[in-house]
């Protein structure tokens, strides 16, 4: 098999001819990596034989991307999602968000126009293969990301456009604590905001879609979960976010595009108007706030793709521990439905030497079945 048809017989519960995987290590996991011998002109994709490519989406109301100052080994940044925030330069780290551009309805009223599609053949490209995350760069021409975008599938990987969701996207411009409190007090500008986003979501994804650039499946990065279940009632975000992701669903259905969702923490209460709202695929499944592959495996069978739930804990402490929780998620794969992948991202502490057994140990426990 390829790549892209390895990852979709895992979501056609197909039987894989190798175990599916992808990993997403921080940036300074990367960089210690090359140091203890990863080759460096080679991509982490081509070395471990990922089998997904993404590109991400700029779907920000494109407020200017600015660095504002440096701090020591922190900088502190304008970014155009509309947030000032702190954070370590080039690794891993809470982030100190400072502030964000929508005080209150006034400054979303005056600054609401942002969320749309720019015309004209000078206007950027909104999609790019590099991450929109504390990027400083130009985004390409819309010309230029077609080139990426042909050099990418030519490589046949199952390849994954990536945006963010309307809670997470919403956040970024409102503020956290503000926007929680929002959808107590004025759950319709809630509505109203996550709307918007997913409109400009549907309209980008559109645009790609005409050029030619036709993904195989659209990744939502949507934080909704903490270790001890969800940030808000199931209620409240049926309420004010739900609509937009089953819109987004049904757009991505009408195309033919699978739906895939990045979820922190334990977001498992809204599992089943997830699945009916379209997703196919949720990751990270985190470990440590009670998600359990095997288990999911059992209660949701062919109704969900499992991807990811690798103890990242596990990866720092005792081989053996770690070994174990291997050898019991990682056949998972052998009827479809399983992608290899940790359970967030993995850190710099997990060696490269580490992480390569990690992978040939996973890929053993499939071949050996």
């Known amino acids: 098999m390829t790549s892209r048809e390895r990852i979709r017989a895992a979501l056609n519960f197909e039987t894989p001819d190798r175990l599916p995987c992808n990993e997403s290590p921080w940036e300074d996991t990367v960089e210690a990596w090359r140091q203890q011998g990863l080759p460096a002109e080679v991509s982490l994709a081509d070395y471990f034989g990922f089998d997904i490519q993404t590109m991400s989406l700029d779907v920000s109301p494109r407020f200017e991307q600015r660095l504002l100052r440096r701090e020591g080994e922190y900088i502190v940044y304008t970014d155009r999602q509309g947030y ?12 100190e968000f ?3 551009r929508t005080a209150d309805r006034p400054a979303w009223e005056a600054h609401r126009h942002r969320w749309r599609l720019e015309d004209g053949p000078t206007a950027p490209a ?8 504390a990027r400083f760069s130009p985004y390409p021409s819309w010309d230029e990301a077609q080139r990426q975008y042909d050099r990418l599938r030519g490589q046949d990987r199952y390849l994954l456009f990536v945006a963010y969701g309307p809670w997470e996207a919403t956040w970024r411009h409102r503020g956290f604590a503000n926007l929680l409190m929002d ?8 509505f109203e905001m996550a709307e918007t986003h997913q409109e400009l979501v549907m309209a980008v994804l559109q645009r790609c879609l005409e050029l030619g650039m036709r993904p195989d499946g659209f990744y939502m990065v949507e934080d909704l979960g903490c270790e001890r279940g969800l940030l808000m009632s199931p209620a409240s975000w049926r309420r004010t976010l739900k609509p937009s992701v089953c819109r987004l669903g049904e757009f991505l259905a009408r195309h033919g595009l699978d739906f895939w969702m990045h979820c922190c ?3 498992s209460a809204l599992f089943d108007d997830l699945i009916a709202c379209g997703v196919r695929v949720m990751q ?5 706030a009670g998600l359990d592959a095997p288990d999911l495996r059992q209660h949701y069978g062919r109704d969900l793709v499992l991807y990811g739930n690798i103890d990242v804990k596990k990866m720092l402490g005792p081989r053996a521990a770690l070994e174990a929780e291997i050898r019991r998620k990682a056949p998972l794969a052998r009827r479809g439905g399983y992608i290899f992948h940790s359970d967030h991202s993995v850190p710099p502490q997990v060696s490269y030497e580490l992480y390569s057994w990690i992978l ?10």
């Not at 040939?360 to 079945?369: E, M, S």
């Open 84 to 95: 000032t925030v702190r954070k370590l330069d080039g690794k891993c780290g809470t982030m």
């Open 98 to 100: 400072l502030e964000h």
């Open 126 to 133: 909104r999609i790019d293969e590099a991450s929109y995350f």
């Open 183 to 190: 959808l107590a007090t004025d759950p319709d500008w809630v």
């Open 265 to 267: 923490g334990n977001p």
């Open 284 to 288: 990270p499944l985190q470990v440590s």
């Open 360 to 369: 040939a140990t996973a890929r053993k426990c499939l071949a050996n079945g």
